[in-house]
């Protein structure tokens, strides 16, 4: 099964910027579909968004037109490009996959998780 490994994340202040990793131990190529989650500290993990095979991609409402999703298959790893931090977007950041977009909406039907990326937007 392939696994992944999040990196990425830090310090940051409002408004600023970071580009997280996730990168698979294997092929995603044939991976129907990605997503990022978060955790904020008390609260539930949250899907964030996610990336087709065929790259069409979906956000959250809380970050639309704020974050990038993208995936490099030929580099097995998938990125979230955040922009316009704000203290809410504090939270550790993972990524997980599924046989399609269905599939991984829903984070508590996901298992091997990793170990993620913490970040945190602060002044």
């Known amino acids: 099964q392939v696994q992944f490994v999040e990196s990425g994340g830090g310090l940051v202040q409002p408004g600023g910027s970071l580009r997280l990793s996730c990168a698979a131990s294997?092929?995603?190529?044939?991976?129907?579909?990605m997503g990022w989650y978060r955790q904020a500290p008390g609260k539930q993990r949250e899907l964030v968004a996610t990336i087709s095979a065929y790259g069409i991609t979906n956000y959250a409402a809380s970050v639309k037109g704020r974050f990038t999703i993208s995936r490099d298959n030929a580099k097995n790893t998938v990125y979230l490009q955040m922009g316009s931090l704000s203290p809410e977007d504090t939270a550790v950041y993972f990524c997980n996959r599924g046989s399609s977009i269905a599939t991984i909406l829903d984070p508590r039907a996901l298992d091997a998780w990793g170990q993620g990326t913490l970040v945190t937007v602060s002044s």
């Open positions: 294997g092929s995603i190529s044939s991976i129907g579909a």
